[in-house]
């Protein structure tokens, strides 16, 4: 049950937003964290703040029409959510996918700026999309529909404003023909208005990697907690993209095995260990599928269209595709088969009902707007090299990321700590992220 005091702002949240359960879903699992810390400091609850905090300051929608190979005009619909600029500019990704809606975008920017709050960096959260689907499309196609996208975007964009990023369905080719409309648009060379960029036009070593190294120092530091290593750990990274391929990388340089992988057409189990070499070829470059892989990597990779590769028996699961996919039955079949640790690499994967069984059966749960912060964490360091026209090393960027994402880990532990839950990662997170981002609209005043 929620706090009486935060029920009405919960009972408003669903009459102002209706439909939108993922955005409800998101609300919800902070407000749930929150009752602890209003009793103890009273005047968060004052002046409408958390209200203020679960409404957008801005929500853009707009036409995008673009043009196929064929000469066809089609008519997708782009958003941008700009969610809270109380820390900095706007900063969150923007994704590609049929699936994509008001409400998808809602919650994934709510998420983002409890996110960018725990980096403990001066960046806001928004997030932004359409539902074009970019699978099948030629690379001129994908060009004329970012182009389009940015022709109504830009004028929200500036590296002082909003600074969007990629997310699913946006990779470095996308954020090339954006960064190029909006140069064009603008005629302003304003690198730190994109991140994601590629290296030879202001783009930032580790970015590509750094949200699945990421979530893996975060998880390596929570395993810590309990004198534990990845070391000789079978782990499964549920995705194929740039998050779970590099989820898999850092695990096994940390010493475990990670046996399963999956995209949209089903998993693949390859209990010798994922051959990551095979795998990039596979997905990076021939952009194929998890199949492919199997049929590649012969004799002990099996290949499974139906069924969940959460039954697959491991000692870590880290949840790297997207919202909603692993849920209480598969958090049950882990639990029961040996499971010892979760990770989310992707925004919020898990089901309510799948975090309170792990959260109820004590294992360690380090929850997405935590575990996944290095992508947007390496973005702000991208913006601040291209702020101070610098270049990093790899070695360098990347010892960055991993005190940020300890810092992280010992802030949202310090928090549970402190209101009385230690290690619910889930209550630390929201409440170290809320705090950050709530003494930060209260020195701003009503804005």
């Given at each position: 049950?929620?706090?009486?005091?935060?029920?009405?702002?919960?009972?408003?949240?669903?009459?102002?937003?209706?439909?939108?359960?993922?955005?409800?879903?998101?609300?919800?699992?902070?407000?749930?964290?929150?009752?602890?810390?209003?009793?103890?400091?009273?005047?968060?609850?004052?002046?409408?703040?958390?209200?203020?905090?679960?409404?957008?300051?801005?929500?853009?929608?707009?036409?995008?029409?673009?043009?196929?190979?064929?000469?066809?005009?089609?008519?997708?619909?782009?958003?941008?959510?700009?969610?809270?600029?109380?820390?900095?500019?706007?900063?969150?990704?923007?994704?590609?996918?049929?699936?994509?809606?008001?409400?998808?975008?809602?919650?994934?920017?709510?998420?983002?700026?409890?996110?960018?709050?725990?980096?403990?960096?001066?960046?806001?959260?928004?997030?932004?999309?359409?539902?074009?689907?970019?699978?099948?499309?030629?690379?001129?196609?994908?060009?004329?529909?970012?182009?389009?996208?940015?022709?109504?975007?830009?004028?929200?964009?500036?590296?002082?404003?909003?600074?969007?990023?990629?997310?699913?369905?946006?990779?470095?080719?996308?954020?090339?023909?954006?960064?190029?409309?909006?140069?064009?648009?603008?005629?302003?060379?304003?690198?730190?208005?994109?991140?994601?960029?590629?290296?030879?036009?202001?783009?930032?070593?580790?970015?590509?990697?750094?949200?699945?190294?990421?979530?893996?120092?975060?998880?390596?530091?929570?395993?810590?907690?309990?004198?534990?290593?990845?070391?000789?750990?079978?782990?499964?990274?549920?995705?194929?993209?740039?998050?779970?391929?590099?989820?898999?990388?850092?695990?096994?340089?940390?010493?475990?095995?990670?046996i399963a992988c999956s995209d949209s057409g089903g998993y693949?189990?390859?209990?010798?260990?994922?051959?990551?070499?095979?795998?990039?070829?596979?997905?990076?470059?021939?952009?194929?599928?998890?199949?492919?892989?199997?049929?590649?990597?012969?004799?002990?990779?099996?290949?499974?269209?139906?069924?969940?590769?959460?039954?697959?028996?491991?000692?870590?699961?880290?949840?790297?595709?997207?919202?909603?996919?692993?849920?209480?039955?598969?958090?049950?079949?882990?639990?029961?088969?040996?499971?010892?640790?979760?990770?989310?690499?992707?925004?919020?994967?898990?089901?309510?009902?799948?975090?309170?069984?792990?959260?109820?059966?004590?294992?360690?749960?380090?929850?997405?707007?935590?575990?996944?912060?290095?992508?947007?964490?390496?973005?702000?360091?991208?913006?601040?090299?291209?702020?101070?026209?610098?270049?990093?090393?790899?070695?360098?960027?990347?010892?960055?990321?991993?005190?940020?994402?300890?810092?992280?880990?010992?802030?949202?532990?310090?928090?549970?700590?402190?209101?009385?839950?230690?290690?619910?990662?889930?209550?630390?997170?929201?409440?170290?992220?809320?705090?950050?981002?709530?003494?930060?609209?209260?020195?701003?005043?009503?804005?």
């Amino acid at each position: 049950m929620l706090d009486e005091k935060l029920q009405p702002i919960f009972t408003d949240v669903l009459r102002r937003n209706p439909g939108e359960e993922e955005f409800h879903q998101a609300v919800r699992e902070v407000l749930d964290s929150l009752g602890a810390v209003i009793a103890k400091h009273p005047h968060y609850a004052e002046d409408a703040l958390i209200e203020r905090i679960c409404e957008p300051e801005r929500q853009i929608i707009f036409r995008v029409p673009w043009t196929d190979d064929k000469g066809k005009i089609h008519i997708n619909r782009g958003f941008r959510v700009q969610f809270n600029s109380a820390l900095g500019p706007f900063k969150g990704g923007i994704r590609f996918h049929p699936t994509v809606y008001l409400g998808t975008i809602k919650f994934l920017g709510f998420e983002q700026t409890f996110k960018n709050a725990l980096t403990g960096m001066p960046i806001g959260g928004g997030k932004g999309g359409s539902d074009f689907d970019p699978k099948g499309r030629s690379d001129r196609e994908i060009m004329r529909f970012c182009q389009s996208f940015v022709t109504e975007l830009y004028r929200h964009l500036g590296e002082y404003t909003d600074v969007p990023a990629g997310d699913i369905g946006v990779g470095q080719r996308e954020i090339g023909y954006m960064f190029g409309h909006y140069k064009r648009i603008t005629n302003r060379y304003e690198s730190g208005v994109f991140t994601g960029k590629g290296m030879t036009w202001g783009g930032s070593q580790v970015r590509t990697e750094a949200t699945g190294y990421g979530a893996t120092y975060f998880v390596e530091r929570m395993l810590r907690t309990r004198k534990q290593s990845f070391d000789g750990k079978k782990v499964i990274v549920s995705g194929a993209g740039n998050v779970a391929i590099y989820t898999i990388e850092k695990v096994t340089e940390l010493g475990g095995r990670v046996i399963a992988c999956s995209d949209s057409g089903g998993y693949v189990v390859d209990e010798a260990g994922i051959d990551l070499a095979l795998l990039k070829e596979i997905k990076e470059t021939k952009r194929g599928r998890v199949s492919d892989y199997a049929k590649a990597r012969g004799r002990g990779a099996t290949f499974l269209p139906e069924g969940r590769i959460w039954d697959v028996p491991a000692d870590v699961a880290m949840p790297s595709a997207t919202q909603n996919e692993l849920n209480g039955q598969d958090a049950r079949t882990l639990l029961k088969n040996g499971l010892i640790a979760v990770g989310e690499g992707a925004n919020m994967p898990s089901t309510p009902e799948a975090v309170r069984a792990f959260l109820d059966a004590g294992i360690l749960f380090a929850p997405g707007k935590a575990a996944n912060a290095g992508g947007v964490a390496t973005s702000a360091l991208e913006m601040q090299q291209n702020a101070s026209r610098d270049s990093w090393t790899f070695e360098a960027t990347e010892k960055r990321l991993e005190t940020i994402m300890h810092n992280i880990h010992d802030r949202c532990a310090e928090m549970a700590d402190t209101y009385g839950a230690p290690g619910n990662y889930v209550l630390g997170a929201n409440v170290a992220g809320f705090i950050r981002v709530a003494e930060a609209m209260r020195a701003l005043g009503i804005v």
